[in-house]
Nanobody, 122 residues
C-alpha cells in the first residue's frame, strides 16, 4: 500500500507563492504518475495538475502559467510550485498517485494524500 504525505501549505497574500511537496512511501509498483487535486470550501474536488514518470505534465486551465509541477523520482516526491496566487486558489490540496494522467485528471487513481491547506488572503 502506498502512503502519500503532503507538506508546504499555509497562509499567503494574494500574488505570493508557495511550494507544496508530496512524498510517496510504501509499496510503489511500476512508474506511476503523480499529481494534485484541490477542494475549495463548498465545492467538489477538482484536478489541478499531473506529471508522468517521464516528466510529461498536465494542467487545469485555471492554473496554467502560474503553477508548475515537477518530480524527483529518486525521492518518490512530487512538487507543486504555486505562483501569483489568487484568493480563488484557497483550498485543501491533495496529492494523488495513479495511471493514465491527462488534462482533467487520471484514468485511474491508486492513492490519495491527507491534504494540505492553502489559504490565500486578499
Amino acid at each position: 500500500q502506498v502512503q502519500l504525505l503532503e507538506s508546504g501549505g499555509g497562509l499567503v497574500q494574494a500574488g505570493g507563492s508557495l511550494k507544496l511537496s508530496c512524498a510517496a512511501s510504501g509499496r510503489i509498483f511500476g512508474s506511476p504518475a503523480m499529481g494534485w487535486y484541490r477542494q475549495a470550501p463548498g465545492k467538489e474536488r477538482e484536478f489541478v495538475s499531473a506529471i508522468t514518470y517521464a516528466g510529461s505534465t498536465y494542467y487545469a486551465d485555471s492554473v496554467k502559467g502560474r503553477f508548475t509541477i515537477s518530480r524527483d523520482n529518486a525521492k518518490n516526491t512530487v512538487y507543486l510550485q504555486l505562483n501569483n496566487l489568487k484568493t480563488e486558489d484557497t483550498a485543501v490540496y491533495y496529492c494523488a498517485q495513479g495511471r493514465a494522467p491527462r488534462i482533467g485528471g487520471f484514468g485511474a487513481l491508486d492513492a490519495w494524500g491527507q491534504g494540505t491547506l492553502v489559504t490565500v488572503a486578499s
